[in-house]
């Protein structure tokens, strides 16, 4: 158990709906990550929040947002749902930032599994 | 651009057999390395990782990796696999001074007892 917890475990729902997962990061972790593993596209970045500031971003669509709360928990919005959205969506959360040549290990949480008919 | 590449796609063993996954980086300096493994309903937990130094590492289960700068290459090991690592293996690359993983397309491992 790597202490980071996401909910729901499943989520089924249909297209053009709007849906939010939810993330709660390791006691003690400022950062928060949000990957999409697609058989499509494998295992992406989407973006990063540290202590409630988005701080990073990568592949993420327009129609996805995301935001990370005072008590440091975050959610991802995904709306405009699209058959193509199906995924497995990760949480990750690590203490702080990249910088001075430190490095974060961030943990990952078990994911919720989105379908999208 | 930043890149990793794992050729294998699916690997089956024999317990008991040695394993090698592989990883190919593309990247400018010398990345941070991570193996990662995903077992089913899982998430990611890491196996080792390499920064600098010793270029062999060691990690959790057994598993060590070797960063082959030549070779832009950092394979996973393992000399005896079990039935419990059945699983999908991420390479993932991490750039200096950043916390965007790039991962690889993974290789899932399934062992035959």
């Known amino acids: 158990d790597s202490g980071v917890t996401q909910t729901p475990k499943h989520l089924i729902t249909a297209t053009g709906q709007r849906v939010t997962l939810r993330c709660s990061p390791r006691s003690g972790d400022l950062s928060v990550y949000w990957y999409q593993q697609s058989l499509d596209q494998g295992l992406q970045f989407l973006i990063q929040y540290y202590n409630g500031e988005e701080r990073a971003k990568g592949n993420i669509l327009e129609r996805f947002s995301a935001q990370q709360f005072p008590d440091l928990h975050s959610e991802l919005n995904l709306s405009s749902l699209e058959l193509g959205d199906s995924a497995l969506y990760f949480c990750a959360s690590s203490v702080g930032l990249a910088g001075g040549g430190s490095y974060n290990e961030q943990f990952f949480g078990p994911g919720t599994r989105l379908t999208v008919l | 651009a930043q890149s990793v590449t794992q050729p294998d796609i699916h690997i089956t063993v024999s317990e008991g057999a040695s394993l090698e996954l592989r990883c190919n980086y593309s990247?400018?300096?010398?990345?941070?390395l991570f193996w990662y493994v995903q077992s089913p309903g899982q998430g990611l937990q890491l196996l080792l990782k390499?920064?600098?130094?010793?270029?062999l590492v060691q990690g959790i289960k057994g598993f060590e990796a070797e960063f082959k700068r030549s070779q832009s290459s950092f394979n996973l090991r393992k000399p005896s696999v079990h039935w419990s690592d059945a699983a999908e293996y991420f390479c993932?690359?991490?750039?200096?001074?950043?916390?965007?993983?790039?991962f690889g397309t993974g290789t899932r491992l399934q062992v035959f007892p």
């Open positions: 990247y400018g300096a010398t990345p941070y």
């Open positions: 993932a690359l991490l750039r200096y001074n950043t916390d965007k993983l790039i």
């Open positions: 390499y920064f600098s130094g010793d270029t």
